[in-house]
């Protein structure tokens, strides 16, 4: 068995994440799912801050103090406290608590968006692979163990880059990054399930091979996914930040957290606010949607369960 | 052993196959015509057409695949477009230099890793475990390229404890090891941050597995020592996990320098790959994916080796 | 002294914030450096009063460049860039130079430098120059005409032994009428020309695309057309010690440089394309001096006590318009566009003071350069007007192009968007393009009419301390393929008869005035909109002394020294 084979996760999970697998066996184990969940208190926190930031990201226009892309040349560079701009101004005299606002659009799109299609993608491959076994499972499988094969970043800044920059791109090769790691979780989800007791049953009692896989594969391939997903979304604003910090992201003058503090570099000694505001965000938003995504597994773990 | 040894060498050229595949299409991807970015301001319709038949452009795909695969098996990568010098000649200067990094980093990773792992592991729920805890969470979520401006600010330009730029000082007549070490701490540091926040939190998972697995507990009834407990018995057991997550991180150490040599303008094939997309200049790109791409490809398949000689339920599998 | 300086730095702080214009600052600071010694002026535009005073040229020390991009290839022939050319011409030299120590002058003197002295026929068909004699090439080799006729050759005698494809294609302009190379004799080197070509000595100093200076023809037998590029060997002031790709390129003092030798060791250039790293290495010490600091930053690294210079050179930012496009056919449009244009807020503005408000399209920093060219004012409304005139009443769409990056480029995609903005005010809606640098090139090439490119207008950025440059520009024999190399890709071909006259001519007034002329009427029909002229800021540790910035692109490095 290989690395990969062993569903390693960047969390550095070392068990294979097919426990979670077990769970839903009844519909009636959600509400134990939530219960547990809610008695995690970090990771209760950690989802309201996501879903803070995201409300505030989607009312951007409502809340944002001023025009990011406008920029007041006597103030640049002012410090944080500033009167009327509480986290300062840029190099060009933009608000970045303005640019902090908007910007979560973007950072938070680039890392949502592919996660998600990745993910649907995935759950399709893992779900074809592991299900149909034989030579569509090598064929799949094989092939993705190419892209295993590039470091993560690697990989995801050479598309972008030889794509051009633009957020489209971005989006693509993230996704294109992200698709092999989660199509292996699917995999082995499914083929776990595939192998329980209780699939042999359904067939017993006549359940044609399209109905087990939407009935019981599929939900529980869906679980695990959930869980490696939300600490992907995590990972992916970093690197997403990353790729827009080395210019292969968006365009200026549309902010966005990874393009704020490649702009401050300009001014690293004289104003350091302007870089390390937006990377003291990126840290902790990530650090939300990994918490989370702990949260999530921990509470999907019937051993963890006490 | 041997068997899986032959099985797992063997599986990697169908890999390194594909990976020549994925990156030759690649480069297909690319808008523009590479003959008219090569000559630039000479361009003319007649002189394009001879290029992109000297470039071997006028042939079907699976050729032209074919020629550059054997090109590139004998070390030729072609010519930089910006440049005009062999590809190679870029290359294998920058990739030694992103070797030597990130070897530092895999050696601060694996020691701070190891010890705060360890440390936290053994003392479940102490002030250093919870500082520990908190301090790798927050590391684990760090962009590299975030922490490298902020160490340069602090420790380059307001303390000037360490350079802020480049492998080696450019005033000095030679190159010494001394002054190679003083330029590295800065990136190694930023390089293995989060790899070291990961190490650590998974060695100390490992070991309250371990721990809570009775192991220990039957150990030190025996009357082995605390040191022995932990590092003879607890580690043995907690390696196979750990030496695979430290192969993982190679990967992630090789991908995270491209940021670190971006920030510290560090001469690695990272900061190559950078500049030559923005300077569109893509057999350059091409090579350095190759190159480091196979690097990765056999490190892995090192570790997984050195994990099945010791954990043998991985053999079996 | 303290006085002039003072007043040097208060017109040096105007000029640099817009307050004044280039025209005015080269004037004040001429009457400035007329009342101070030469001196004087010298140093207040980079060293503290206190020093200079006391502090005389010292021989010695290492100088560490930080440069915007790599360097293309050391061969002066066949290389093209400012980037390059600024460290081969420490190395080579040619039968004149510009003198580049004096920076209060509104364009650089012609000096002897390999021919000691040098005359033209009563036909202006034949030039002959005096060689200079003692004189070695690097490897040993002496100078003499026979390598001067070998080194001409390489660029244009097709069926030389020693020609060479590239160098042919960088150094047309130079060698376009050359009909012949003699040598009498060993100290003589006569050019025989096919016609008059009255900027042919301004072209000889040119630089940056192809060179007229020299290689040791014994070097280029060993290491052959391609080889010579790893061992550059010319006669200059410094020679060639090592070059990394990406890391650094050094050159050390020649000491048996023939002419005055520089205080300089050595110079150590080293690319870092990251503006932010340039400045982030010079604010740390590791380099001493960087080019294109990128704007925003500028201010704060001055508050740390880094000098910065920046004066006026031979660059022009610029849109040519595609006059086959039935949007652009009538002058009044293109010239609604001229006025329509903020030139000078998007040179303080945008650029903070890096950059001024171009007046005319010819280059900056040539003879024929006229600082009281009066371009059309910025006047939005008159340009609305004419454009409904011209009968456009609801303005019309358009397409522009530009590229993201490029050696003299400056910012080009915030400076089109400012332009998009300002061309919204007249009701054009234009849409704006980007490539790459090396791509865009491979457009551009194609002019602007042709079917794989068709656009309103491209950009591009270049110039020249010599008039031709503006013959080159917009002379219709330059126009796209099936033309020719395509410079302007514009189809204009109204100056035409004025270039030619002004090409031809022997003395150097009637020439200016032919050039000045055919700048008027180019203005009149407006085939172009000329933006910007780049101010090259620089910025050094106050360790540096002696740098000159004078009218031109590159610098002459044998009068800096490492206090």
Redesign the interface.
Known sequence: MSVHERGLVETGQAEPLVAEAEMFRRPSEWWIFWEALSRDRLAVAAGGAILLICLVAVFAPLLSPYDPTVGDNSLRLAPIGTPGHLLGLDGQGRDILSRLIWGGRVSLAIALMPVTVASVLSVALGLIAGFFGGKVDMLIMRTLDVFFAFPAVLLAVAIAGVLGPGMLNVMLSITVVLVPYISRVAYMATVTVKNELFVDQARVCGAGPWQILFHYTLPNTLSPVLVYGTTLVGIMIVLGAGLSFLGLGISPPTPDWGVMCSDGRNFLSVAPHVSAVPGAVLVFVAMSFNLLGDGLRDALDPKLRK | MLRYLVYRVASIVPVLLGVSVVVFLMMKLVPGDPAEAILGPAATTEKIEMVRRSLGLDKPFYIQYFRWLWKVLQGDFGSSIAVNVPVAQLVWPKFWNTVLLAGGSLVVCVVVGLVVGIVSGTRQYSWFDRLGMTSTLILANTPGFWLGLVLMVVFALRLGWFPATGMYSMRAADKTVADLLHHMVLPAITTAAVSAAIIARLVRSSFLDVIRKGFVTALRARGLSERDVILRHGLKNALPPIVNIIGLQVGYLMGGALFTEVVFSWPGIGLQIYSSIVARDLPVVQAAVLVTTFVFVLVNLGTDVIVAALDPRVRRA | MDQSRAAFEGIEAAFIEGRISRRQFIRTSSQIGAAASATAVLTSLGVPARAAAQDKPKRGG?L?IGKE?????LDPHSA?GWVTWRVSKQMHEGLLDEDLTKDNVPYPALIPKLATSWSVSKDSLTYTFQLRKGVKFHDGTPFDAAAVKFNVERCYKKDAPQFYPRAN?YTTWLWQFLKEVKTPDEGTVQFVLTEPYGEFLRQLVQGGGGAAVFISPTALKKYGNEGIAEHPTGTGPFRFVQR?????VVIERNPDYWGTPPYLDRI?D?P??????R???L??G??DMIYVP?P??IA?LK??GFKLMQGPTPHVWYFAFNLRDKNYQDVRVRRAINMAIDREGMAK?LLKGTAVAARGLQAPCCPSYDPNFKDYPYDPAQAKKLIAEAGFPNGFETTWQTS??GSGQLIP??MAEWIQRDLAKVGIKMKLRT?????Y???W??GTDDPSNKVGSQQMSWGMTSDYWLDIVTHSTHVA?PGG??QNGGYYSGADKLLDAARVEMDPTKRSALYRKANVKIKEDAPAVPIINDLAPLMFSPKVRGFVHAPEEWYDMTTVWMA
């Open positions: 290492t560490v991009s790599e360097l293309d290839i093209g294609a990394v790709r990406g890391e650094k150590i080293r870092m394309p990251e503006p932010a790293a400045m982030t290495a604010e740390a590791e380099v990128h925003d930053g704060g508050d740390k503005q993201v990056d995609v915030p490539y790459e640098w090396i791509t090139i491979g457009y090439i194609k393929p190399a395509g």
